[in-house]
T-cell receptor, first 113, second 116 residues
Framework: AQSVAQPEDQVNVAEGNPLTVKCTYS??????LFWYVQYPNRGLQFLLK??????LVKGSYGFEAEFNKSQTSFHLKKPSALVSDSALYFC???????????FGKGTTLSVSS | NAGVMQNPRHLVRRRGQEARLRCSPM?????VYWYRQLPEEGLKFMVY????????ESGMPKERFSAEFPKEGPSILRIQQVVRGDSAAYFC??????????????FGPGTRLTVL
């Protein structure tokens, strides 16, 4: 079965510090992995994706993610957090049929000033 | 290029009424997905449609829910005889060519349905 896990419901970090939001996945076949961010009462915004190639993927707003096949992980990172990064983050692999993204509950990132 | 449009943004219905949620995909996108976000939960896939075709409805409840994407006009998610458990945020997403899994999906702002 296809699944995704974000083990931390909430991540707290001080502004200027590096942040990591963890994600592990379970898919059959090649993994196609996405990160989205959701601000309160808004839709989801695409951040970055891994399809193939370089394991370090760079995305919007200074975010990047590292694909690790052996650990089946795709952690989201940013070298220096901003208060405006505070939001709900979703890691989402494509399901086996390739038609639907699989979402977990997400991780709430809180950046304090 | 306007993004994915959804209306209404907020919808209040009483139990037993019908709810119609509309989604206009981004220009040039012919593939639409509907997801539901229940309170304190992630998004759950409901249905994937192309113009005039339902491709995957594996996430759609068997009763009371239906979806369409006509040749002309927006995609419609219809919920008949709503119950309180239908209260949720419903998101529509579109992509240019699904089946090419490299495509990201672009999400609309959502419709927040409240059933009284």
């Amino acid at each position: 079965a296809q699944s995704v896990a974000q083990p931390e419901d909430q991540v707290n970090v001080a502004e200027g510090n590096p942040l990591t939001v963890k994600c592990t996945y379970s898919v059959s076949g090649n993994p196609y992995l996405f990160w989205y961010v959701q601000y309160p009462n808004r839709g989801l915004q695409f951040l970055l994706k891994y399809i193939t190639g370089d394991n370090l993927v760079k995305g919007s707003y200074g975010f990047e993610a590292e694909f690790n096949k052996s650990q089946t992980s795709f952690h989201l990172k940013k070298p220096s957090a901003l208060v405006s990064d505070s939001a709900l983050y979703f890691c989402a692999p494509y399901g086996q049929a390739g038609t639907a993204l699989i979402f977990g509950k997400g991780t709430t990132l809180s950046v304090s000033s | 290029n306007a993004g994915v449009m959804q209306n209404p943004r907020h919808l209040v219905r009483r139990r037993g009424q019908e709810a119609r949620l509309r989604c206009s995909p981004m220009k040039g996108h012919s593939h639409v997905y509907w997801y539901r976000q229940l309170p304190e939960e992630g998004l759950k896939f409901m249905v994937y449609l192309q113009k005039e075709n339902i491709i995957d409805e594996s996430g759609m409840p068997k009763e009371r829910f239906s979806a369409e994407f006509p040749k002309e006009g927006p995609s419609i998610l219809r919920i008949q005889q709503v119950v309180r458990g239908d209260s949720a945020a419903y998101f529509c997403a579109s992509s240019p060519m699904a089946g090419l899994v490299i495509d990201e999906q672009f999400f609309g702002p959502g419709t927040r349905l409240t059933v009284l």
